[in-house]
């Protein structure tokens, strides 16, 4: 791992609407090896007014990582994931999908839309907190994330 990595906060997003699925989350990546810091949005229209920081989010720094549930109120992962992939200063901001839903039509339409990575929420306790340290592995510790940049 390059030496800027282990130093760097990695700013990561996570769109839930599911508490006991967000705080399963947070906690994993509290136990990390990796320094991150986790910001925890609701809906996709709190998570647009974090990217754009407007309202209570204007002092938030760009996120390095989103992890989008698809399944929202408001605004669902679909739609804020076009939104994300149209906009010039946002499309660089790799996105997981990390859902319930394994339905084809859902997989493609994702890809469709330039998600990074589309995953599947196991229902096993322990089998989610695998798939939670496989994005944290991969995200921030294998893959090359492009240069932070504030919007």
């Given at each position: 791992?390059?030496?800027?990595?282990?130093?760097?906060?990695?700013?990561?997003?996570?769109?839930?609407?599911?508490?006991?699925?967000?705080?399963?989350?947070?906690?994993?990546?509290?136990?990390s090896k990796f320094l991150?810091?986790l910001s925890i949005v609701?809906?996709?229209?709190?998570?647009?007014?974090?990217?754009?920081?407007?309202?209570?989010?204007?002092?938030?720094?760009?996120?390095?990582?989103?992890?989008?549930?698809?399944?929202?109120?408001?605004?669902?992962?679909?739609?804020?994931?076009?939104?994300?992939?149209?906009?010039?200063?946002?499309?660089?901001?790799?996105?997981?999908?990390?859902?319930?839903s394994s339905a084809e039509?859902?997989?493609?339409?994702?890809?469709?839309?330039?998600?990074?990575?589309?995953?599947?929420?196991?229902?096993?306790?322990?089998?989610?907190?695998?798939?939670?340290?496989?994005?944290?592995?991969?995200?921030?510790?294998?893959?090359?994330?492009?240069?932070?940049?504030?919007?």
């Amino acid at each position: 791992m390059p030496p800027e990595h282990r130093l760097k906060v990695l700013q990561i997003l996570l769109v839930e609407d599911s508490k006991s699925d967000a705080v399963l989350i947070a906690e994993t990546l509290c136990e990390s090896k990796f320094l991150n810091k986790l910001s925890i949005v609701r809906d996709g229209a709190e998570a647009t007014d974090y990217l754009y920081k407007r309202g209570k989010y204007v002092d938030v720094t760009r996120p390095d990582l989103i992890l989008l549930d698809l399944n929202l109120p408001k605004k669902n992962g679909r739609e804020l994931l076009a939104e994300i992939k149209a906009d010039e200063n946002l499309k660089t901001i790799p996105v997981v999908i990390l859902t319930t839903s394994s339905a084809e039509a859902d997989i493609l339409k994702s890809y469709q839309l330039h998600v990074n990575c589309y995953l599947v929420k196991p229902v096993d306790l322990e089998q989610f907190v695998e798939v939670v340290r496989s994005i944290e592995h991969f995200w921030l510790a294998l893959v090359e994330l492009p240069p932070h940049q504030d919007i």
